[in-house]
């Protein structure tokens, strides 16, 4: 599936993702496949704007159905979604990648970093 364009996002996700597409271009090349877990967004949307190759999940159920990590690929990219699965190490246990690239909040309006 191929990532929205990310004119299509407002521009304080554009702003948001900064500081990370930065991050991301220091550690992963351009030439590696990336998977991107859960739906198209501006992430991903700025990734494929800046020549990398990136595909989504789609809107996999991550806490259940791992199958779509199994597939072979360079990296995994985490943002922001981690903390939205109710465990996420057996999905990170079953990744068939070399490297793994993800974010999550220090806080959340529930609770403080955990």
């Known amino acids: 599936m ?7 996002f407002d ?3 554009y ?3 900064g500081k990370t597409l930065t991050f991301l271009e220091g550690v992963v090349e351009k030439t ?7 739906p198209d ?9 800046k020549g990398y190759k990136v595909k989504n999940t789609g809107m996999v159920d991550l806490d259940v ?9 360079d990296v995994i990219t985490a943002f922001q979604i981690l903390e939205h699965m109710v465990s996420p190490f057996p999905l990170l246990h079953e990744a068939n990648a070399r490297k793994l ?14």
């Open 101 to 114: 690239v993800a974010s999550v909040p220090l806080s959340l309006w529930f609770a403080g970093a955990y």
């Open 11 to 13: 521009k304080t996700a």
């Open 41 to 49: 967004n501006a992430m991903s949307a700025m990734m494929a704007e």
């Open 32 to 38: 590696e496949s990336i998977l991107d877990l859960g």
């Open 15 to 17: 702003e948001r993702f």
């Open 2 to 8: 191929k990532p929205l364009p990310a004119k299509d």
């Open 65 to 73: 159905d791992y199958s779509v990590v199994r597939e072979a690929n």
